[in-house]
Every structure is written in C-alpha cells, then in structure tokens.
C-alpha cells in the first residue's frame, strides 16, 4: 500500500494541474487579503454620515481582525476551505476521471494490483496533497497578515503563542481537512460512476453552488424548510468551521463570506452527518469500482 501511495504522489508531481492549482489558491488568497485591506480603506476614509456609525465601527473592527494576526489565521482556514476546496475538487475528479480515459486503469489492474488497494492509494495521496496545500496556505496567510500589518501601520503582539495557541492551531487543520474532504469523495465517487473526470468536476462544483441556492431558499421557509437546511453538507461545514477559532470566541464566517452563518451549534452532531455523507460517498465509490467490468478504454 505503502509503494503504491508513493507512486500516486509522484505521478501527480509530474502533472501541470498539481502546480497550477496551488498557484492558483495562493493567488486567491492574496487577491481576498489585498481585496479585504483596500476594503478597509474604503470604509475607513467614507464620512460618518454615510455609513451608521455602528455598523461603521463593527466593519471595520472584524475588517481590521481579518488583516491581522492571530485572527487572521482563522481568515486564512476559511479561505482554505472554501477556494482550496473547488480547487480539490478537481485535482481529485482528475486524478480518478483521467485514469480511465487514459486507458490505464485496466492496465494497472491486470498486473495484480488489488482494487481496493488501488483506490485506496489514489485516495491517501488526494488527502495527503490537500493537508500539504492547508500547510502552504497557512504560511501564506502568515505572510500576507505580515505584510497588510505593516501596511495599517500596527505591529505584531506574539503574546498569542502561548497557552492553548498550538492546540487550537492543530484543531483548525483537522476541521478544515475534514471538511474538504466531503466534497472530494463526492467528486471521487461521481467520477468512478461516470468514469469521467469532466462530470466529476462539474457536478462537485455544481453541488456546491445548488446546494447554497437551496439553502436560501429553504431558510426562508419556517417548518420543514428550516429543518432540511440543517441536515445539508454547506450548512454542517460552515457549522465546524464556525469552530475555529484562535481566541475561544466563535469566529463570524457570515462576515467574510457575505452570508448567514449557523450558530454555535453542536459540533459533534454536525461532524457525524458529515461523516454519513463521506462514508456514503465512500461505500458507494468502492462497491461500483470493486464489482464493476474494466474496460480498455
């Protein structure tokens, strides 16, 4: 199992699309930085008249947060979470969809390589890549902090790094890799069953933006609209996500993303319907992949 991960990773060394998509979301983080200082400065310099001064003073204080540390940080998760998500998306439906279009699934397999085995590795290296891509955009978040910082002219209290800091820090990793990697098994499953990465793409993108209309919608309706919302896949991922935090206060993610977000709600109750989710996904993915007839092409 072991070889078989290493050999998955440096084939998608070798790939253009690994390299691009981590170009990618380090630009994406930089354009939403620059984007919510310049922002900052817009607001700051209106005149008091024309924004409610209470609402004038929160924007800027959760603004300012968001450009510096350690808030920041939580900043950076999100962002994470959400570009770095899509952006796994199709680095997954590719890495699965590709192989059959290529013809070389049924080539691997004929040589003896277990089914389960073979997914299972394609599966670690996906994670493996998308835990690697939280780690790069949390040092690019660091830098990025540093940098708008200096551009408000504040300077940088490191007193945050002791007590419960590097706990909470590790927490934050864990809840975003989780939930990043709802919608890539999702991807997976879609393009084992459709043996296209096109179509694994599309519909783990497209989920994901249906599944925010619908939720809309469903939030406006009292009763049974209120209740289906809660047991969605975006509702239960804002809902961890809503967890990380560096200060022990629940970080408003309703402010970056320009929506509603969920309360505090219990975090166990949203990380085990997620779990159902991705253990669905996965059964499904392993049973078809496992039974189905390989084909040359």
């Known amino acids: 199992m072991t070889r078989l991960v290493f050999v998955e990773l440096l084939k998608l060394r070798k790939r253009w699309m690994l390299w691009i998509l981590l170009g990618v979301l380090i630009a994406?983080?930089?354009?939403?930085?620059?984007?919510?200082?310049?922002?900052?400065?817009?607001?700051e310099n209106e005149t008091r008249g024309q924004i409610p001064p209470t609402e004038r003073e929160g924007g800027l204080r959760e603004m300012r947060q968001a450009l510096t540390l350690p808030r920041s940080m939580e900043f950076s998760f999100e962002m994470a979470q959400g570009v770095?998500?899509?952006?796994?998306?199709?680095?997954?439906?590719?890495?699965?969809?590709?192989?059959?279009?290529?013809g070389t699934v049924r080539s691997t397999l004929i040589r003896g390589v277990n089914r389960t085995d073979y997914l299972t590795a394609k599966l670690i290296a996906v994670l493996l890549l998308a835990l690697a891509g939280l780690v790069v955009a949390f040092f690019v978040g660091i830098v990025l902090a540093l940098i708008t910082t200096a551009m408000l002219g504040d300077s940088?209290?490191?007193?945050?790094?002791?007590?419960?800091?590097?706990p909470r820090l590790l927490a934050m990793f864990g809840r975003t890799w989780f939930v990043v990697a709802i919608p890539t098994f999702l991807a997976v499953m879609v393009s084992v069953l459709t043996r296209s990465s096109?179509?694994?793409?599309?519909?783990?993108?497209?989920?994901?933006?249906?599944?925010?209309?619908?939720?809309g919608i469903l939030g406006n309706i009292s009763g049974w609209g209120e209740a289906v919302r809660l047991y969605t896949i975006g509702y239960n991922t804002t809902a961890v996500m809503t967890w990380?935090?560096?200060?022990?206060?629940?970080?408003?993610?309703g402010f970056h993303m320009g929506g509603d977000f969920p309360e505090m709600v219990n975090f166990w109750k949203a990380w085990g319907l997620l779990v159902g989710y991705g253990a669905f996904f996965l059964l499904l993915t392993?049973?078809?992949?496992?039974?189905?007839?390989?084909?040359?092409?």
Request: charged fraction near 10%; avoid cysteine; glycine fraction near 12%.
């Open 244 to 253: 990380n935090s560096l200060t022990g206060e629940p970080f408003n993610m």
């Open 286 to 297: 392993y049973y078809v992949f496992r039974r189905r007839d390989i084909s040359a092409s």
């Open 198 to 215: 096109a179509f694994g793409i599309g519909i783990g993108i497209a989920y994901a933006i249906l599944e925010a209309i619908v939720v």
């Open 84 to 102: 770095g998500g899509i952006l796994l998306v199709i680095l997954a439906a590719s890495v699965f969809g590709a192989e059959y279009s290529w």
């Open 28 to 43: 994406f983080l930089a354009l939403l930085q620059f984007g919510t200082y310049f922002g900052y400065r817009t607001v």
């Open 156 to 166: 940088v209290d490191w007193s945050f790094l002791s007590g419960l800091f590097f």
